[in-house]
T-cell receptor, first 113, second 114 residues
Framework: KQEVTQIPAALSVPEGENLVLNCSFT??????LQWFRQDPGKGLTSLLL?????REQTSGRLNASLDKSSGRSTLYIAASQPGDSATYLC????????????FGTGTSLTVIP | NAGVTQTPKFQVLKTGQSMTLQCAQD?????MYWYRQDPGMGLRLIYYSASEGTTDKGEVPNGYNVSRLNKREFSLRLESAAPSQTSVYFCASFKVEGSGNTIYFGEGSWLTVV
């Protein structure tokens, strides 16, 4: 069974700092990996999707990388802002269960003004 | 474009009561899902429906039943609620064809069983 781990569980940084969130998964046979943002009391919103054949994806101040062979992904947030405060989750879509997703437990990010 | 809509947003139940969480999507997606989210446990799959007319158990199906009423709607029923079912429930939908599609979530339903 695919297992997805996110470390750290919580992170607090001062505004303006660049930061990296980590995601690891146990089975490299995946279609893709996604990063989501979850605000308190809300559902998950997709930030970036990386196909298994890709190494990275960028959207604004966000950059996600994927190293499938080592089972790792990182989400890089540049010049963090208080509005970035949220929980960030990663999820993989395995090849053997193509319509299922496995989620990490998330990293709770607080950006201090 | 409403996306995934789930109701109710909040519900308090007494132990042993039953209730149904409703979910509808307007994106013509084949697959629909019910997850529960608990602190420190992440999202856990309760049931999913790969297509209209099919349902399958996920990781934590005990105490729940589902119905895929049509392509748009997927409901989750608690027949006899227990305090262990206090959680946040999320419905999601997904277009399976292709490898670059994202999964869409509803806003969540907060359920407390006392």
């Amino acid at each position: 069974k695919q297992e997805v781990t996110q470390i750290p569980a919580a992170l607090s940084v001062p505004e303006g700092e660049n930061l990296v969130l980590n995601c690891s998964f146990t089975d490299s046979a995946i279609y893709n990996l996604q990063w989501f943002r979850q605000d308190p009391g809300k559902g998950l919103t997709s930030l970036l999707l990386i196909q298994s054949s890709q190494r990275e994806q960028t959207s604004g101040r966000l950059n996600a990388s994927l190293d499938k062979s080592s089972g790792r992904s990182t989400l890089y947030i540049a010049a963090s802002q208080p509005g970035d405060s949220a929980t960030y989750l990663c999820a993989v879509r395995p090849v053997d269960t193509g319509n299922q997703f496995y989620f990490g437990t998330g990293t709770s990010l607080t950006v201090i003004p | 474009n409403a996306g995934v809509t789930q109701t109710p947003k909040f519900q308090v139940l007494k132990t042993g009561q039953s209730m149904t969480l409703q979910c509808a999507q307007d994106m013509n997606h084949n697959s629909m899902y019910w997850y529960r989210q608990d602190p420190g446990m992440g999202l856990r799959l309760i049931y999913y429906s790969a297509s209209e007319g099919t349902t399958d158990k996920g990781e934590v199906p005990n105490g729940y039943n589902v119905s895929r009423l049509n392509k748009r709607e997927f409901s989750l029923r608690l027949e006899s609620a227990a305090p262990s079912q206090t959680s946040v429930y999320f419905c999601a939908s997904f277009k399976v064809e292709g490898s670059g599609n994202t999964i869409y979530f509803g806003e969540g339903s907060w359920l407390t069983v006392v």
